[in-house]
Nanobody
Framework: QVHLVESGGDLVQPGGSLRLSCAAS????????IGWFRQAPGKEREEISC????????YYADSVKGRFIMSRDNAKNTFSLQMDSVKPEDTAVYYC???????????????WGQGTQVTVSS
């Protein structure tokens, strides 16, 4: 069973930086898509970044492109989201999620972490 645990959420000032981590375990197949999602109160869940392990391609939503970077630590099987130049509208619960068969952009991944709160405020 795939298990995902997010960490790193915090209160950060506008313009600041934050790094989220997703510790992933339990994979039984070598290739999968894994992404970062967020959901703010009263808003729909948004896929903000996604990586496919087969080809290493990484995708970003326009709302975070140029500010957030998703990366992978192969040795630790950890997926990180470096968040720079954060804005108040980045405030949300951030989740990592993965699926063996559904592609990035589908939003319907089978395995989800518990989420970590990011609050951007002065």
């Amino acid at each position: 069973q795939v298990h995902l645990v997010e960490s790193g959420g915090d209160l950060v000032q506008p313009g600041g930086s934050l790094r989220l981590s997703c510790a992933a375990s339990g994979f039984t197949l070598p290739y999968y898509a894994i992404g970062w999602f967020r959901q703010a109160p009263g808003k729909e869940r948004e896929e903000i970044s996604c990586l496919t392990t087969g080809d290493g391609a990484t995708y970003y939503a326009d709302s975070v492109k140029g500010r957030f970077i998703m990366s992978r630590d192969n040795a630790k099987n950890t997926f990180s989201l470096q968040m720079d130049s954060v804005k108040p509208e980045d405030t949300a619960v951030y989740y990592c999620a993965t699926d063996y068969f559904k592609p990035c952009g589908s939003g319907q991944f089978d395995y989800w972490g518990q989420g970590t709160q990011v609050t951007v405020s002065s």
